[in-house]
């Protein structure tokens, strides 16, 4: 054991030659900033290093040239420019939606204490890509993967609902061919009105509907252009909500995080 706590300490020291300080601590400097400390001066700066006021001066010399801060010539104080903006953009645009959209359906699941997900259109069904189950143990089981159909499911008449005049009646008119022997029968011109009741009241409050006792609220996602590009829904069993709670809590929960998945959604992409 303690041979191999020397080798791991060894590589660790190898490993450290090839660590620039210039580099470290000029991310050390940026890390400093923040909304109550938006400012800083060289002597600040210099004490939150640990270092003489000698040593940060190139740092932010540099940081400025590239951009990064700003000297204000009055106060002599230092502070961000919208640049370093940037450096997360990069990484945030490299994300897919259900990494983007994560932390907004963790924040919906813990805020209602019911399953959040996200879907998109694939065709005549939705998709499943993103699952927050709910913590209780009575939950929605959904796979992230799972195929519904999109004109019996909330998020998927919520998808519906937000498509173009064209492309909404190619998929209704196909919806309308595809009647299975078996399967209810797909009444058109009643769900065209629903999906403009739908895409008036901006959301999709199913009881039941799909599967009995399953209540589920769901909202459109936007991207740029105002083009709708996913859904987002909660779903609970009847037993664990009632209307009030649903009306005043649950359905404007749904519809701000749907917004706020929006507007970060056109913001980095």
């Not at 800083?40 to 003489?52: P, Q, T, W």
């Not at 996200?118 to 005549?124: C, E, H, P, R, V």
């Not at 189950?133 to 159909?149: F, K, Q, W, Y």
Request: charged fraction near 25%; hydrophobic fraction near 40%; glycine fraction near 6%.
């Amino acid at each position: 054991m303690a041979t191999t706590e020397k080798k791991v300490e060894k590589k660790k020291s190898d490993n450290e030659k090839y660590l620039s300080n210039s580099i470290i601590r000029g991310l050390e400097v940026l890390k400093m900033f923040s909304v109550e400390n938006q400012t800083f001066s060289l002597a600040e700066i210099a004490s939150n290093l640990g270092v003489s006021r000698t040593t940060p001066y190139r740092i932010l010399y540099t940081l400025e040239e590239c951009g990064y801060i700003y000297q204000d010539s009055h106060t002599k104080r230092y502070g961000l420019r919208p640049k370093v903006l940037e450096l997360g953009f990069t990484y945030l645009n490299s994300l897919q939606l259900p990494e983007l959209a994560a932390p907004y359906l963790e924040k919906l699941r813990d805020e209602t204490g019911m399953s959040s997900h996200m879907g998109m259109l694939d065709g005549n069904e939705i998709v499943y890509i993103a699952r927050y189950p709910a913590r209780s143990v009575a939950t929605i089981t959904i796979n992230v993967g799972s195929h519904l159909p999109v004109h019996a499911t909330a998020m998927g008449k919520c998808l519906l609902a937000h498509l173009p005049g064209e492309e909404k009646e190619e998929l209704l008119a196909e919806l309308g061919a595809l009647q299975m022997p078996d399967a209810p029968k797909v009444e058109i011109q009643s769900l065209r009105d629903e999906l403009q009741s739908i895409r008036e009241q901006g959301y999709v409050f199913h009881k039941g509907e799909f599967e009995t006792g399953v209540w589920s609220v769901a909202c459109p996602v936007f991207g740029k252009g105002n083009k709708v590009i996913a859904a987002i829904n909660i779903a609970t069993s009847q037993h664990l909500a009632d209307e009030e709670l649903m009306k005043e809590k649950i359905i404007p929960a749904v519809c701000q995080i749907a917004e706020e998945i929006s507007s970060f959604v056109v913001l980095t992409t």
